[in-house]
């Protein structure tokens, strides 16, 4: 097996613990009923899925989003019921994705989110001590401003030309197993955690063995 040199992490299932059902739980008090249907844990659909697309700014989602629960929405309720998505951001894992640059490999945020996610997460209130989610990484990819998500090939090829990686160079990171299979199937070495799993020290296993 070919040395790795990048490490490709997801978001949502991966660094950051999400909680699907609070999520769902909060758009369901903003009044959208069928809350369940439309939120998918791994690749959204119908407005949500335009969200993550860029399809959507944040304004129109929140109006299209009021309109099918049926009274007037601010950016700040939309804001909330996207943040029941966020469960736990264990500090283990940023430490260990620093110690991982510091060992020399390339580290990168390939990730599903939306404006509001991001809002968070590029914002200091990220980990707490003042530091946004780039600063854990050399790189970082986000669906809504580049137009596409994953399992969508292009979004994989996209990251490996502007990183200019080979995919048997490159371990892929995500809880969602068509992902996985997408990035396999690319010739990217792979590696599906269970969502909030400790991957800390498993994926040394995967960096040093001879074979997956």
Known sequence: ??????????????????????AVRRFKALGLKDAEERLNPYTQGGIFGDLELGLLSAE??????????GRRLTFDDSFYAW???RKELPEKKLQKLLRL???????????????????????PEFDGKGHPVGYYFDSVYVSYKLGVMKPDPTYFWHMLMHEQALPFETLFIDDGP??????SQLGINTYCPQNGEDWTEKIDQYLHSESY
Do not use: Q
């Open 101 to 123: 640059r510091e060992e020399g490999y390339k580290v990168i945020l390939l990730s599903n989110t939306n404006p509001f996610m991001w809002h968070w997460a590029d914002s």
């Open 60 to 69: 129109e989602f929140t109006e299209r989003l009021g309109e099918l629960c």
């Open 1 to 22: 097996m070919d040395k790795i040199k990048n490490i490709v992490f997801d978001f949502g299932g991966v660094v950051l613990t999400i909680d699907h059902g609070e």
């Open 83 to 85: 943040m029941g998505y």
């Open 178 to 183: 068509r992902n996985v299979a997408a990035a």
